[in-house]
């Protein structure tokens, strides 16, 4: 399944990726797409005191081969539903590093 389009949104200085976590998962892996507006993303963190929201921002920052400090949570900090801003990357390269942990 392809990942959705309307979860990447081009913004000044980089990419907003829409997404819904599933903390305590048994690995942390691109899941495929929730919906039609949101990337699926499971993290073997829990959701206690922000572990999987770090959690969260590490990956995509290891994915995107990006530092951390190019990676930060926008909104839903106690919620599934999660808005990540990556900072230095368009929609289609952060498409392309999200759908080639897929494989």
Same mark, same amino acid.
């Given at each position: 399944?392809?990942?959705?389009?309307?979860?990447?949104?081009?913004?000044?200085?980089?990419?907003?990726?829409?997404?819904?976590?599933? $903390?305590? +998962?048994?690995?942390? +892996?691109?899941?495929?797409?929730?919906?039609?507006?949101?990337?699926?993303? +499971?993290?073997?963190? $829990? $959701?206690?005191?922000?572990?999987?929201?770090?959690?969260?921002?590490?990956? *995509?920052?290891? *994915?995107?081969?990006?530092?951390?400090?190019?990676?930060?949570?926008?909104?839903?900090q106690a919620?599934?539903?999660?808005?990540?801003?990556?900072?230095?990357?368009? $929609?289609?390269? *952060?498409?392309?590093?999200?759908?080639?942990?897929?494989?």
């Amino acid at each position: 399944m392809e990942l959705p389009n309307k979860a990447f949104k081009p913004v000044d200085g980089g990419t907003l990726l829409r997404c819904r976590v599933q $903390p305590g +998962a048994s690995r942390s +892996a691109v899941a495929g797409g929730y919906g039609d507006e949101c990337v699926k993303i +499971a993290l073997s963190s $829990p $959701p206690v005191d922000g572990k999987a929201n770090q959690e969260l921002c590490r990956m *995509l920052a290891g *994915l995107c081969n990006v530092a951390k400090g190019r990676v930060e949570l926008v909104s839903g900090q106690a919620s599934r539903s999660k808005t990540v801003k990556v900072n230095g990357i368009s $929609p289609e390269e *952060l498409r392309a590093y999200l759908s080639e942990d897929r494989k």
